[in-house]
């Protein structure tokens, strides 16, 4: 069973850029695809943000597309989230999530505790 462990998360003004990690253990890193999620308040529903699937292939939600961008480095056990011009409404916990199985938008088997991102305006 794969842990997942978030980090990067922080302050940041408007326009400003953050870069989130999500290390893995426990298992084989390149049998899961990877993806994160978010959820900007308690009451609200958790997110779909980015995906990667095994091969490297990408699936981002429209509204992050050409301001984010999500990697995987195997080697380092590590899925990554560039997040450039960040606007107030991306303000969330974000969470990073991973699957055997699938890939995309729907829901994965394993997630990660959550890493806070502020962004003030």
């Known amino acids: 069973q794969v842990q997942l462990e978030e980090s990067g998360g922080g302050l940041v003004q408007t326009g400003g850029s953050l870069r989130l990690s999500c290390t893995t253990s426990?298992?084989?890193?390149?049998?899961?695809?990877m993806a994160w999620f978010r959820r900007p308040a308690p009451e609200r529903q958790r997110q779909f943000v980015a995906?990667?699937?095994?091969?490297?292939?990408?699936y981002y939600d429209d509204s992050v597309k050409g301001r984010f961008t999500i990697s995987r480095e195997n080697a380092n056990n590590t899925v990554y989230l560039q997040m450039n011009s960040l606007k107030p409404e991306d303000t969330a916990v974000y969470y990073c999530a991973a699957d055997r199985d699938r890939w995309g938008t729907g829901d994965y088997a394993y997630w990660g505790q959550g890493t806070q991102v502020t962004v003030s305006s």
């Open positions: 995906a990667v699937n095994w091969g490297g292939l990408t």
């Open positions: 426990g298992d084989t890193f390149s049998d899961y695809a």
